[in-house]
């Protein structure tokens, strides 16, 4: 064993002592929850720790995940596609977990990728039952701030006028960027005149262990179609045996039953019913400002000790190419194809983009990306705009998601499909792919991925010394 291993093994008895103490008598719910999602044999029965040699991703729909990170355990995102009321004697949900699950596995901190519903429901409601710090753009920390305020002051009347939240005070809620700044703060803020991106260290509930970086990213959009490569066909096609089907040839007609048929939602509808509560995000917009539903929000959590695992987690990626965006100094579709735009507008949009990129080849080398593969421009140029991340990245791993949302339930293949094509066509070769890790919906939900961090799969010669430049 060598001296930086013998030295964690005994930072980790010490942490493990005092988790012990602080669970001695466990909750009975926070030992269900993480066994629930992070397996049977990853939590310790008698105090409901998670290993501390792993990192274990357990995916909620859509790009939620949650996380354990050397025993830490975080949420990101915080939405559940399709959250219904449990039926019984089986239950026949299409996702099988509420909120209330999340809270009680007690993650100590939410990381939201940016504040659209799809990304940023329930996550004031599981921050004010757990005490959980959530990190997210100024933008979305407002719109959290609402959240709280709108959820204490809900009658409740159909759950006999419980509060949905304890109190109405504000939560914890972080702004990892400065608000209104470019995407990378391109030539602006610390990099004033540097004419560059960086990414920001942040002070997290992880940092005995764990270095988070962060820094604002281009959420996807529509880009004329990039003439650089054939396009092949995206089939963005749903399963139809979800919701049920009727076969009429040959005769006679079988009708197959739906697998995962629509149940009473657990948001309340026109005529609620006891059990629905409304936790969904708001959106809400500070004066003259942005509610932060495009705000991307890039992380990457880097473990302290060698060989430095790494996880980047990005939950939607536009594009960069052309800068187009709604974020500061990015331009509209509209802008970038009107020839009186000043090429000054365009120099600056494309600029950003190529800021973003090259911060990206100068990160702490990543070992697992959690990516969408998803994008509001698939249309025109499918999964150029992930790949091109993937590429500056250059992860080993690489698990996409947003398959839930935006896409089809069900159309996973089809996506690794239309993103294989795309690399190809790019010119990607596949000798330098990432191992293309596809969780398909509903039967990946909450099936733990688990890492081990002194696998030596993740060591690489350039890893300690930007890790050095980053987190120190």
Same mark, same amino acid.
């Given at each position: 064993m060598n001296g930086r291993r013998m030295a964690f093994a005994g930072v980790s008895v010490a942490i493990c002592l005092c988790t012990s103490a602080a669970l001695a008598a466990v909750d009975p719910a926070l030992l269900k929850a993480r066994q629930k999602f992070f397996g049977i044999e990853n939590v310790d029965v008698n105090t409901g720790a998670v290993k501390k040699d792993k990192v274990i991703t357990s995916w909620l729909t859509n790009t939620t995940y949650l996380v354990s990170i050397m025993g830490n355990v975080i949420l990101l995102d915080s939405y559940i596609s399709r959250p219904e009321l449990p039926t019984t004697p089986i239950d026949r949900r299409y996702a099988p977990f509420l909120p209330q699950d999340l809270v009680d596995a007690k993650p100590v901190a939410i990381f939201l990728g940016h504040g659209h519903g799809d990304h940023a429901h329930n996550g004031a409601y599981i921050a004010k039952w757990t005490g959980a710090t959530i990190y997210a753009s100024p933008e979305t920390c407002f719109s959290m701030q609402a959240d709280v305020t709108r959820m204490f002051?809900?009658?409740? *009347? &159909?759950? %006999? %006028?419980?509060? &949905? @939240?304890?109190?109405g005070d504000p939560v914890n809620c972080v702004g990892v960027v400065p608000a209104g700044s470019r995407p990378g703060q391109w030539n602006e803020g610390p990099n004033a005149g540097l004419f560059k991106s960086s990414a920001t260290k942040i002070s997290t509930p992880l940092d005995f262990g764990v270095c988070v970086l962060a820094f604002k990213h281009i959420h996807s959009g529509t880009a004329p179609v990039d003439a650089s490569f054939p396009h092949a066909t995206l089939s963005d096609l749903g399963d139809p045996r979800y919701s049920g089907r009727t076969i009429t040839t040959p005769t006679p007609a079988v !009708?197959?039953?739906?697998?995962?048929?629509? *149940? !009473? +939602?657990? !948001?309340? %509808?026109a005529t609620p019913v006891p059990g629905q509560i409304n936790t969904n995000t708001g959106g809400a917009t500070p004066p003259g400002g942005n509610n932060g539903g495009a705000i991307v929000i890039f992380y990457e959590f880097i473990v302290k000790y060698g060989p430095y695992f790494t996880l980047a987690w990005v939950n939607s990626s536009g594009p960069a190419k052309e800068g187009i965006g709604t974020d500061p100094g990015l331009v509209s579709l509209a802008q970038y194809t009107n020839p009186a735009t000043p090429a000054a507008t365009l120099d600056l949009a494309r600029n950003i983009g190529q800021g973003q990129w090259a911060l990206m080849d100068t990160l702490p080398n990543v070992d697992v990306l959690n990516g969408s593969i998803v994008s509001l421009g698939a249309s025109n140029n499918q999964a150029r705009d992930i790949i091109s /991340? #993937?590429? $500056? *990245?250059?992860?080993? @791993?690489?698990?996409? %998601? $947003? &398959? !839930?949302? /935006?896409?089809?339930?069900? +159309?996973? #293949?089809? $996506?690794? #499909?239309?993103?294989?094509?795309t690399a190809l066509n790019m010119g990607f070769p596949q000798s330098e792919w990432p191992e293309f890790r596809l969780l398909l919906d509903p039967i990946d939900f909450a099936v733990p991925q688990v890492y081990s961090i002194f696998d030596q799969r993740w060591a690489n010669p350039e890893k300690a010394a930007r890790v050095a430049q980053f987190c120190n």
């Open positions: 002051n809900d009658p409740n *009347l &159909i759950n %006999g %006028g419980a509060k &949905i @939240v304890p109190d !009708t197959y039953p739906a697998m995962y048929p629509t *149940l !009473t +939602s657990f !948001t309340p %509808g /991340v #993937i590429q $500056h *990245l250059k992860p080993k @791993v690489y698990v996409p %998601g $947003h &398959i !839930t949302d /935006v896409a089809q339930k069900g +159309s996973g #293949i089809y $996506h690794m #499909i239309a993103w294989r094509e």
